[in-house]
């Protein structure tokens, strides 16, 4: 158990087992509350696994044996970039969105409960993490070289863990290949075939979906109506039959979008028909 301690201006611990590195010496003594005086004979830092399952370093911390309880300064806390927040029997630790660690009053003093961790790797882990986010997910290399010119408070150094918004950030669209915007030179060398709906209104005739079909050469438009998109093949049929009697000539490449009415049997017609199916890039 550790007291949190706003008089407190010294983290102080009585085990020496706990520190992550350590100095031994002579460090002079401390005050305690009750008039009384523990000899301090070393100082090193500490690595916390809180109830919150964070990691707090606790650096400049004093080895005092004769101590009845560990002390966690709440001033060095503040100096060094955390929060504390009191409220109605409660205490959390922040730092700036991280809950660090939270506990409740017992008998007018604030306690948490917090295991040592064996080494500060994480805690220093935490810290670089918390920094990259607050520099606009800088750059592990530029974390290191502000670390150096001792810029950043209580950052030494920096190895960053996978960051899933950089990740996302520098993803890319696989490329396509672009098609030439220029017009077929004759009718029905293509097809623009596109279907819309629902509607939230449906059309006297009960339909809630309406297919358009525009020849690249000419620009003509036929517009059908559709009560729903299982009728999308069987228009299709009877638009390929009407088109190719009345022109006399062959459709040879339809192009839609990836919806999956042009999928399965639809395909199959095309195939068999020995129309060209272009299918639109999936990227917007």
């Not at 399965?264 to 060209?276: L, R």
Request: with cysteine; glycine share 8%.
């Amino acid at each position: 158990m550790w007291i949190v301690d706003n008089g407190a201006t010294l983290h102080v611990i009585s085990r020496k087992e706990f520190f992550t590195s350590y100095t031994s010496g002579d460090f002079g003594v401390l005050k305690m509350g009750n008039d009384g005086v523990s000899k301090v004979i070393g100082v090193g830092d500490v690595c916390l696994q809180t109830n919150m399952g964070m990691q707090l370093l606790l650096r400049g911390v004093k080895h005092a044996p004769n101590v009845r309880f560990n002390l966690i300064s709440m001033q060095i806390l503040d100096d060094g970039g955390y929060d504390n927040h009191f409220g109605s029997g409660k205490w959390k630790l922040t730092k700036g969105n991280l809950v660090v660690a939270r506990w409740e009053k017992n008998s007018k003093l604030y306690w948490t409960k917090a295991l040592v961790a064996k080494d500060s790797v994480n805690a220093m882990d935490m810290e670089a993490s918390l920094w990259h986010q607050r520099l606009s997910h800088i750059s592990e290399k530029g974390l290191n070289c502000l670390a150096k010119m001792d810029v950043l408070q209580g950052l030494k150094s920096a190895e960053l863990e996978k960051c899933s918004h950089c990740m996302d950030g520098k993803q890319t669209r696989v490329s396509f290949k672009k098609h030439p915007p220029s017009r077929k030179s004759k009718l029905l060398q293509l097809i623009h075939f596109d279907v819309c709906g629902p509607l939230k209104v449906k059309s006297f005739s009960g339909a809630l979906y309406f297919v358009t079909f525009i020849d690249d050469y000419s620009r003509k438009l036929w517009v059908h109506a559709l009560q729903g998109k299982d009728q999308v093949l069987e228009r299709f049929k009877k638009f390929h039959a009407l088109v190719e009697r009345q022109s006399g000539k062959k459709l040879k490449r339809i192009r839609t979008n990836n919806g999956d009415e042009y999928c399965g049997p639809f395909d199959v017609y095309c195939k068999q028909h020995g129309i060209a199916h272009e299918k639109t890039p999936k990227t917007p």
